[in-house]
């Protein structure tokens, strides 16, 4: 049994904070914690995070977005891109994890109902998350950075939310 809560007060987000700092290195190896705490200041200004607890209240996962770009200074909120979500590993194939991709998506669509594309980076090192997000996205671009080379997959919200949807 697991339950979804969206960050709405100071708990939930520092929850999502801690395990967001503790788990980073899945996400992005080598990501510095300095990035984890302002991707989390704008997922609070610019978007929606949520935590996903187990029966014993412990957060076994995490999920993001924001409205726009973080170099266009979000203003395009047409686009969503998802933050740097993640599971433990016990949970990542499991309906927990569809789950919460299905509360992305309804998070998108109720925060700005025009959205047309969902961005999703991942670590071009991360063959699991890459894998998953060419089964319904395709490769935009990549980049290097600081932690690593970072690869963006684009794909419309409406397919995005099809996807999801396949899991009902």
């Not at 979804?4 to 708990?11: K, W």
């Not at 969902?118 to 996205?137: D, G, H, M, W």
């Amino acid at each position: 049994m697991f339950r979804i809560e969206l960050c709405s007060n100071t708990r939930q987000w520092s929850r999502f904070t801690d395990f967001y700092i503790e788990h980073r290195a899945s996400i992005i190896p080598r990501y510095p914690v300095s990035l984890v705490l302002r991707d989390v200041i704008n997922y609070m200004k610019q978007g929606r995070g949520a935590i996903i607890v187990n029966e014993r209240d412990e957060v076994v996962g995490i999920g993001s977005f924001v409205l726009g770009l973080a170099e266009d200074e979000f203003q395009q909120k047409d686009i969503a891109v998802l933050g740097n979500s993640c599971f433990k590993v016990e949970y990542r194939n499991t309906r927990m994890f569809i789950r919460g991709l299905q509360v992305l998506a309804e998070q998108i669509r109720d925060a700005n109902p025009d959205v047309k594309e969902v961005r999703i980076p991942t670590s071009a090192e991360n063959a699991y998350t890459n894998r998953l997000y060419q089964k319904f996205a395709v490769k935009l671009h990549s980049y290097e950075s600081g932690y690593g080379k970072i690869t963006i997959y684009s794909t419309s919200v409406h397919d995005y939310e099809q996807f999801c949807d396949r899991f009902r």
